[in-house]
């Protein structure tokens, strides 16, 4: 069964310092997102991509979040400089286009555990 | 904004009790999804609702989606050990259905064997 890979698993990071996730959707999967879950929390949508385009990114900390999905397929995420509250679970999650009134269902990744110190 | 509210937070059942979890929206959403997840998992999807009243079962699970599409809950019927993790409901934030998804702070549920 196809599934979305996410690296790496786990991440310990200083704070101050650079990190970045990576995500390689479902094949065909045109929508991919970024959330953060932290720890007893529902995950929070913090960047939403069609294809290559950003359709949603107003709860991306713009200052020291980005993200890209180039060719509209893998996407990464960085953050510069982390800080000990960015410390929380990273999912990508992927789906195939909306339809009508129906959502795509989401598929997500293992995630990415982060932990700034 | 939208906003998704779960309750409640915790449950805690022996095995055999039901279990429900409610979950309200403050506005109309055009579909709700539910999904799981397991002690140290990843969220899985259940289910997706989209028409006002629907009523859907997967075994031991019952979905409803209210009347006013506001609110929605999940029932599961003599629980079992398995079903152990939290519950999410999500839904679209803004009026289309392609809007960015929200999620509820989840149900823990913890089943006594």
Redesign the interface.
Known sequence: EAEVAQSPRYKITEKSQAVAFWCDPISGHATL?W?RQILG?????LV?FQDESV??D?QLPKDRFSAERLKGVDSTLKIQPAELGDSAMY?CASSLR??????G???????SRLTVL | GQQVMQIPQYQHVQEGEDFTTYCNSSTTLSNIQWYKQRPGGHPVFLIQLVKSGEVKKQKRLTFQFGEAKKNSSLHITATQTTDVGTYFCAGPRGETSGSRLTFGEGTQLTVNP
């Open positions: 997102y959330y929390q529902g995950p929070e949508l939403q359709v949603d107003s999912l909306t339809s009508g009134e129906k959502t269902e989401l598929f997500f990744g293992e995630g």
